[in-house]
């Protein structure tokens, strides 16, 4: 059954941004749900998702980033990026029961999502879908450090074949976070979870994904 979406515009400081909101009776958790460098929340990738998760039991919240909402093709620096997720997570928490608030995000989304997290942002726990790890043949380019202080569970869902994460040092970087981080690899997958000699549309993509998050939020819960 389709669970209804509502259109949101989210304050962030002073900026509105667009979100979709959608929520089933008696969620598991509200997980809010940002987009990567290069699509905006209308990305059939993140609708697939967002809809399975949403008949699996959990509350979801897209939105789009200050650049995006604006039509600019770079995206928001770090600050920037941050001040949304803050006020994404506020609106999250003014629409609860009392649920778990998780963040996750595509690449740059997700890891915008940790650095927020990083900076003090309260959220149950971090879903990255495909964390860019380094530029694609820039592996000593890490972008690692901010996330051995975190504490809390993540999930890194990753593909096998995805050029912005060598696995051995994706494997090594979740070991050093420590028990409340886990890799689940996508065989195959590369960023956008595309596999070789398997045809889906992106929407069917995201939605495949919707089983592996909603079982960590709920072993997390």
């Known amino acids: 059954m389709s669970i209804a979406e509502s259109r949101v515009t989210i304050d962030v400081d002073g900026t509105p941004v667009s979100g979709i909101y959608a929520r089933p009776d008696k969620p598991v958790a509200t997980l809010a749900l940002?987009?990567?460098?290069g699509a905006g929340m209308e990305h059939p990738f993140l609708g697939g998702l967002a809809h399975a998760l949403n008949d699996d039991g959990v509350a979801t919240l897209r939105?789009?980033?200050?650049?995006?909402?604006a039509g600019k093709?770079?995206?928001?620096r770090p600050p920037a990026a941050i001040a949304a997720w803050r006020a994404?997570?506020?609106?999250?928490?003014s629409r609860s029961e009392g649920e778990p608030l998780w963040a996750a995000g595509k690449s740059f989304g997700g890891r915008m999502a940790s650095m927020a997290v990083a900076e003090g942002m309260p959220a149950a726990g971090l879903v990255y879908l495909g964390y860019p790890l380094h530029p694609p043949g820039k592996p000593e380019k890490l972008r690692d450090e901010h996330l051995y202080g975190l504490t809390l569970p993540m999930l890194f869902l990753q593909g096998s074949r995805d050029t912005f994460a060598t696995p051995e040092l994706?494997?090594?970087?979740?070991?050093?976070i420590g028990p409340t981080a886990t890799i689940e690899w996508?065989?195959?997958?590369?960023?956008?979870?595309d596999r070789v000699g398997v045809k889906k549309s992106a929407a069917d993509v995201g939605a495949s994904l919707a089983a592996p998050v909603s079982a960590f939020l709920r072993q997390n819960g």
């Open 186 to 193: 996508w065989d195959g997958g590369d960023h956008s979870f």
């Open 34 to 37: 940002a987009h990567g460098a």
């Open 63 to 69: 939105f789009n980033f200050p650049y995006r909402e």
């Open 170 to 176: 994706l494997e090594n970087v979740v070991a050093r």
């Open 88 to 93: 994404v997570m506020a609106v999250a928490a």
């Open 73 to 76: 093709r770079f995206p928001d």
